[in-house]
C-alpha cells in the first residue's frame, strides 16, 4: 500500500520575531521575585500578553489581579511591562506592598518624555489606542492641570476633532506598540495644524515593534499568505496582522495552535510565520509541527536585523530578602 503524498508547503519565517528584551525582562522578573520571596507573588495585569506565559507563571506560584485592592497588604507585588498609572503606585505603597516594577524601561522613556513637555507649559497628545493598559499607565503617568488632560488620538480624523487653538503649543508622545506608517499619518496630521509641534516623531515606537513590523513587511512579498502568532490583546501582534494585509497578502493572528484552521493555508504555496513580541517561541514550534502534520515542509528564515538589547532586572530583586514585611 502506498501512502498518499502530502502536499507541499514552503515556510518563510520573518525575523526577528518573537519575544522582545522588554518582555523577557519581565517573565524573569517573575521568575526571580518567586524564587527570592516564594510563592504568592502577586502581577497586576497580565505581565505580557499573552496566556502561555501567564498560564506557565501560574503554575509556578504568580496571581494575577486586575488591581493592586484586590492584593492582600505587605505582599510583593509585580507591575506588567505594559505600565501602571500614578494612583496604582500610590495605593500599592498605601497598602505596605513590596514594589517591583517590570514597567518596559522604553514604555517609562514615553513617560518622562511626556513630564517633561508639561513641565514645559505644552499641551500633551498621546497617539495611541485608548484602553490598552500601556496608554491607560502612560495617561496616569503625565500629571497635567485639571484643565489640561493629556488628549488622546488615534487617528488623523482624531486630531482634526481636538478642540485646541492653533497657537497653543503641542507636543506628542505615542505607544510603543503602534504602526509606524499609521503613526506617520498621525504626526503629520498633528503638524498640519501645529506645525511647531514638538514630539519623537516615530522614535517612541519601540525598535523591537519596529523591526517585527519591517521583517513582516518582507516576507509579504515572498508570500502568498501569513500567520503572525500572538494574543488577540496584543497591540504589536495586531499591528503586523495589519501590515500583512496592507501589503495585499491574507493574513490571520494565530494565539495557539488549536486557532490554526486547516482552510486558511489549504492552496497556500508559500507562507510566512511571524510572531509578536509576547509569543513564546514554543508557539511558534507547535504551529510549525501541526502545518507539519498537514504538509511536507520546506523552511527557510530571511535574514533579519540583528538584535542585541537587553535590560537589566527592576529594583526591589536581590538582597531584599528579610525586608519584605510578611517575610518578617
Ligand atoms: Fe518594551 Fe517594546 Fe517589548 Fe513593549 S514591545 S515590552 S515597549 S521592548
Not at 518596559?104 to 493598559?133: F, K, N, Q, T
Request: charged share 25%.
Amino acid at each position: 500500500m502506498t501512502m498518499a503524498r502530502k502536499p507541499l508547503l514552503e515556510i518563510v519565517l520573518a525575523n526577528p520575531r518573537g519575544f522582545c528584551a522588554g518582555v523577557e525582562r519581565a517573565i524573569k522578573t517573575v521568575e526571580h521575585a518567586l524564587a527570592e520571596f516564594g510563592a504568592p507573588v502577586y502581577v497586576r495585569h497580565e505581565i505580557v500578553h499573552n496566556a502561555r506565559v501567564c498560564d506557565d507563571l501560574r503554575a509556578k506560584g504568580a496571581v494575577f489581579v486586575e488591581e493592586v485592592e484586590e492584593v492582600p497588604p505587605n505582599s510583593v507585588v509585580i507591575f506588567s511591562a505594559h505600565g501602571v498609572p500614578r494612583r496604582v503606585e500610590n495605593a500599592a505603597e498605601a497598602a505596605a506592598h513590596h514594589v517591583i516594577d517590570a514597567t518596559c524601561p522604553l514604555v517609562s522613556r514615553v513617560h518622562v518624555g511626556g513630564r517633561r513637555y508639561v513641565m514645559d507649559g505644552r499641551r500633551v497628545i498621546l497617539i495611541g489606542h485608548r484602553g490598552h493598559p500601556e496608554v491607560e499607565g502612560t495617561l496616569g503617568q503625565i500629571e497635567t492641570p485639571p484643565d489640561r488632560p493629556v488628549l488622546v488620538v488615534a487617528s488623523a480624523s482624531d486630531v482634526e476633532a481636538l478642540d485646541l487653538q492653533p497657537d497653543e503649543p503641542v507636543s506628542y508622545v505615542t505607544q510603543t506598540t503602534l504602526s509606524v506608517s499609521d503613526t506617520r499619518g498621525i504626526i503629520d496630521a498633528i503638524r498640519r495644524r501645529w506645525p511647531d509641534a514638538e514630539g519623537p516623531d516615530t522614535r517612541d515606537i519601540c525598535y523591537a515593534t519596529q523591526n517585527r513590523q519591517q521583517a513582516v513587511a518582507e516576507i509579504a512579498g515572498l508570500v502568498d499568505a501569513v500567520v503572525v502568532v500572538g494574543a488577540r490583546n496584543s497591540s504589536n501582534s495586531n499591528r503586523l496582522v495589519e501590515i500583512a494585509l496592507a501589503a495585499g497578502v491574507p493574513a490571520r493572528l494565530v494565539p495557539s495552535v488549536a486557532d490554526l484552521e486547516r482552510d486558511f493555508v489549504e492552496g497556500v504555496r508559500r507562507l510566512g510565520i511571524s510572531a509578536g513580541a509576547s509569543a513564546p517561541a514554543v508557539l511558534v514550534d507547535e504551529v510549525m509541527a501541526r502545518l507539519a502534520d498537514w504538509f511536507d515542509l520546506s523552511v527557510t528564515e530571511v535574514m533579519g536585523k540583528r538584535e542585541d538589547v537587553s535590560f537589566r532586572l527592576p529594583r526591589g530583586l536581590g538582597n531584599t530578602l528579610g525586608r519584605v514585611a510578611r517575610r518578617a
